[in-house]
Every structure is written in C-alpha cells, then in structure tokens.
C-alpha cells in the first residue's frame, strides 16, 4: 500500500497523550505506511476571505500534520450551520431540530472544495485517501473535480438514517451522489448500510451488483459495515496511570455505602440525557430500596455550545438533576452528580472500575465507544453491568447488554433496576461474552478491515462511463 492520507474535521496527534483510541488508531496506521493527517486547525482568522485559509505543517514522527484555518464565514457555514445543525440533527432522525439555513449548503460546498484544492497539491499518485465522516461528504467528488484518482475511502461515524428521512434533506440528491465519489464507503452497522442500499437503490436508481457494490452516475462504490472499536489495551493501560489509581481510591472511600451508576457522554440531544434522568428518577420512586444508595455520576462534556439546542439541553439537565436531587436526596446523600465539564482521559477508568452500572442509553447513536470502554474496564471477578440502549450502533454487537428502550422510561427504570440486582454468575457470563467480542473487534480490526477493503478496490475500474 501506497502513503495513507487521513482527512477528517480535526486531527489528532497520534503521539499526544491525551489522544483517544481513534487517534491513535489511525496514528498507528500512519507511522506504519509513513502518512499525511489534513483537517482544520481549530483557528478562525476573523479577517480571512471566505474559500480561502492558510496551512500550516508539522511533523509527529514519520507522520506528516496539515492543518488549514477557516475564515469566520466559512466556520459560522460550514462547521456550525450545515455539519452541526442540518446533517448532525437529520443523520440522528432529528429533523424537527434540523436548520437548513441560508448560506449553510453554499458553505459546506465552499469549505469541501478548499480542503479539496490544499490537499490535491499535496497528493502523491500512489496515495491512499481516507476521509471521515459528515463534515466532508462531498471532499472526494471534489477531488476528483481536481484530477485525482487516487484510491478514496470515506467511513461515516454517525448514523445513516433510514431514506424517508434522508429524502427530507434539501440537496440529497447531491449528497447522495457524492459517496459515488468514493470508492469504499464504510458505515457503522449493517442497518446504516441497509439504508444506504435502499436509499440509492430507490432514490438514485443505482444497481445493486451484489458483494456490497453499487452502480450509478457512470460510477461503483462499494458500501459496507465496519463497527469501530476502542483500543482496549491502551484504555486498560490507562486504568494503571497514577491519576487513575488516585481517583479510584476517592471514589471508593467516598462512596462506600452506595452504588453508584455512570453516564460518560458529550452534551448532546443524541445522547438522551434527559430521558435517562428521568427513568432514573422512576428508579428511586418504584423501587424505594435504591433511596440513599443509587448515586448517578453523569459526566456531560460541553460541546457545540454557540448552538440553540444545546443552550436549551443544558438546562433541562440541569433543572431536572435539581428537582430529582431536591425530591430525594439527603444530607448525606445526592442522587445525582451531574458535572457539566470534561473530564481528564487518565480518570475516566477509575469512574468506570467503581460503577455497579453504567447507564448508555442514546435516542440514536452511530456506535458510542462509551459503551464499549465500559466493558474493557470491569474485572472478570466482579464486573459491572451495561445498560445500552437498542438504538445505539454497539446494541448490533453488544447484544448480552441489558438492551433498553430509551423512549420508554417505566421500562428502562425496571432494566436498571435489573442491572443493580443482577447476580454475579449472570454478570460474569454476560461480561465475559461482551469482553471477547470488543477484543475481536478492536479498533484495530476496525482500520485494518476497512483499509484492506479499500485496497483490494483496482481504482481504474470505477469509472463505468
Ligand atoms: C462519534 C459518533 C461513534 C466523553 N466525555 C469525556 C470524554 N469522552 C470520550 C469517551 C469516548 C468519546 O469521548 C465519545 O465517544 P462516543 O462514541 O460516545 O461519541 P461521539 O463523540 O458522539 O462520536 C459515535 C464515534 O464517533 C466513533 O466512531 O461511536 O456514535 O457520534 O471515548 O470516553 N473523554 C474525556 N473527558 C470527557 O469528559 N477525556
């Protein structure tokens, strides 16, 4: 395989510490083939023209970093309009909450092309291309535009809705015609990609050819699950770090005579927050042994906060953690830690070694990795148990979680109340099942399935016309 060029919103540097297992996963991949990681560097130049953004580069190792800076007109339209508040909300079946504002598609265009025309300059013809996810959908119908021919591959980290909902999109037709761009693009689960077959199969008059390929615009493209994983050794690496160490015996003293539940999740409207205060409220009234024991830890990390609908989750969250702790707590007791800040990587294993539970119930989800660090953090003697929600991508391989509904609280209340009784054979037969299947398909699996797909793609032989 030729050089490995990974395109996505925001890098990451594989050898920083704090990277998460995507990062290094991918970090991986680069040193081994020597590579180039392109994305926006996280700067507005206030005074920038729009279309246009200054590179910048810098070396990790044999791993080459570009990154780019957007104007203010092109960030406002391309990140914060057309990714976060029209593809974001309709991907997760959130339509009502979807603004296909003014300027949005124009920006996302604008942006797609200038990442497009900074990195064809940096191209080599043997290069392979590996582009994530909804902010840049359209980057290698781009490319193309440019000359390119390189082999390119997109996976998609969130989900594909089904294609009434896709439909529902102004300019899907374009969108949908972009991924005939690529030449592998990878979803999450089997049902994103089921959608994705209906969906241009019945909207785009593509043909099925079978093994996974379809035919249309005078291309193929081949579409296919790959379910991403967690590096599960380097989280358990993590468990050993002295800030672990630390926070887990806090954890332990202070909570001694509770149990306690945890939720670790970005502040989103996917993540259902809301719904799943509100079934651990009917927790603690339908099954009163709970009271002054059942401590809900809800780790909420700020995201996209410059966004109405987030503005307006956080403080349902915070009335509703409010009246739950002031209905039920005690002196010595609050029902609910809800803390509204992110918490340091190293100290995420200690909080979920202590939970008996853990609580990962999204509206939708494209997988939630969450879930899956969970399952690598509890001890084969004593584990834990996973409450996950059906709608989530992981709930496809993580089936001997306790499965819930999010919707319905009466019963995702019950389901917990399940977990926190559940006795320890059943805990451990139910863990280890879970444990075997996140080894397997680890996020090293994960990148070597999708790049050695995209590999045995012969490039020449897309174009059918
Ligand atoms: C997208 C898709 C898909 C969370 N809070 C803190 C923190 N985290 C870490 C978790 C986990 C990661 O962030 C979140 O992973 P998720 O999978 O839940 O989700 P998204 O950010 O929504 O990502 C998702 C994923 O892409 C990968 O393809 O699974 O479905 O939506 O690793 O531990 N990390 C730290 N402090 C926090 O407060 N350090």
């Not at 994705?196 to 008059?205: I, L, S």
């Not at 989750?313 to 009246?323: C, V, Y």
């Amino acid at each position: 395989m030729g050089r490995l060029v990974v395109v996505s919103n925001r890098i990451g540097d594989p050898r920083k510490a704090a990277a998460g297992g995507l990062a290094v996963a991918l970090g991986d991949a680069l040193s081994q083939s020597g590579g180039l990681w392109f994305g926006w560097s996280g700067k507005i130049n206030e005074s920038g023209a729009p279309g246009e953004g200054e590179l910048h580069m810098q070396r990790s190792g044999s791993v080459q970093l570009v990154t780019l800076d957007l104007s203010q007109a092109d960030h406002d339209a391309y990140y914060t309009g057309y990714s976060n508040q029209a593809l974001w909300p309709a991907f997760h079946y959130r339509l009502d909450l979807a603004d296909f504002g003014a300027g949005f598609f124009a920006g996302y265009q604008r942006v797609n092309r200038l990442f497009a025309r900074k990195l064809a300059a940096l191209l080599q013809p043997d290069d392979v291309v590996w582009v994530h996810d909804y902010h840049l959908i359209p980057l290698a119908a781009e490319l193309r535009a440019l000359g390119c021919r390189q082999r390119i591959g997109f996976f998609l980290h969130i989900p594909l809705p089904p294609p009434p909902i896709l439909a529902a999109i102004p300019g899907h037709e374009w969108l949908m015609r972009s991924f005939f761009a690529y030449d592998l693009v990878g979803l999450q689960t089997r049902s994103d990609a089921d959608h994705f077959a209906r969906f241009v199969v019945e909207e785009a008059n593509a043909t099925a050819l079978g093994n996974d390929e379809f035919e249309a615009f005078g291309r193929r493209v081949v579409a296919r699950a790959f379910p991403i994983g967690i590096d599960v050794d380097e989280f358990q690496r993590l468990a050993h770090s002295t800030e672990s160490r630390e926070t887990e015996a806090m954890l332990r003293d202070q909570y001694s005579k509770r149990r306690l539940l945890v939720g670790v999740d970005r502040l989103d409207y996917s993540k259902g927050l809301p719904r799943r205060f509100r079934a651990f409220r009917e927790l603690l009234a339908n099954y009163p042994e709970n009271r002054n024991s059942a401590t809900l830890i809800q780790i909420a990390s700020p995201t996209r906060e410059t966004v109405d609908a987030y503005d307006d989750l956080r403080r349902d969250l915070e009335g509703l953690a409010g009246e739950i702790n002031g209905d039920y707590g005690e002196l010595d007791w609050m029902p609910i830690r809800y803390l509204h800040r992110t918490w340091a990587r190293r100290r995420l294993p200690a909080l979920y070694r202590c939970a008996r539970v853990a609580l990962v119930t999204p509206l939708r989800d494209g997988m939630n990795l969450v879930a899956k660090e969970y399952v690598a953090m509890q001890t084969q003697e004593d584990p834990g148990v996973l409450v996950l929600s059906r709608f989530a991508g992981a709930a496809e391989q993580m089936r001997e979680a306790l499965l819930v509904n999010p919707y319905d609280i009466p019963a995702a209340a019950q389901t917990i109340q399940r977990a926190l009784q559940m006795p320890l054979a059943e805990r451990r037969e139910r863990h280890a099942a879970l444990l075997q299947r996140i080894r397997t398909n680890d996020v090293h699996w994960w990148r070597k399935e999708f790049l050695d797909a995209l590999s045995a793609i012969e490039p020449r032989v897309r174009e059918t016309s």
